[in-house]
């Protein structure tokens, strides 16, 4: 069944609020790419530039009802997409300040024989974290990260579409995170950035 044209934004997010999953198909279609350009110019990251789009997307669908109140879909999701990529460039540099600091402890406290026993313990506890996840998204991750596959390779080898690789993806490298922090020592965690 063809849905019917929309003619108007408003009728468009009217039926996106009401739930209509071809409506956000056509809302989809019609803003993707300018939101992942626009991430793209800010993030220079095309990784990160498909996880703001998703995140955006996902945002959008979960307003329902309070999509009514947006005066211009345009704007808004200019802004939307704008103060995800600041957030995630503030994430960066905070992470990037963290894992300097902690380098420089590591390298001023630990000796070569210290790193080998702690890395060999960390990959025990990567491994035993690799293991309890799902199992596409072990697949997943050991086609992209671990072989170094793109995206749509694994995809493809995997018969998924490339934005559920990435949701996968996404998910394992925070299960990963999240056990390995409750695992490890801050030692380990050095170690395991590497790792990643």
Known sequence: MLLKPLT???????QVAAGDQRAFRLLYESYYRKIFTQAMHLLHSETLAEEIMQEVF???????DGLLQ???????????TRNLCLDTLRKLAREAKGARHL??????EHNE????IILNDTRKVLADAIALLPK???EVYQLCHQEGLKYEEAAERLNLSPLTVQTHMK?????????IQSHTDVAALLIVLKLF
């Not at 108007?8 to 009217?14: A, D, G, K, Y």
């Not at 996902?58 to 329902?64: S, T």
């Open 171 to 179: 998910r394992a490298l925070r299960s990963l995170r999240g056990y």
């Open 113 to 116: 024989t210290e790193e080998s």
């Open 58 to 64: 996902l945002k959008v669908w979960r307003l329902e």
């Open 70 to 80: 947006i005066a211009s879909l345009d704007a808004y999701l200019k802004v939307l």
């Open 136 to 138: 596409q998204q072990r």
């Open 8 to 14: 108007t934004e408003r009728e468009l997010l009217q």
């Open 103 to 108: 380098r420089l402890v590591y390298n001023e």
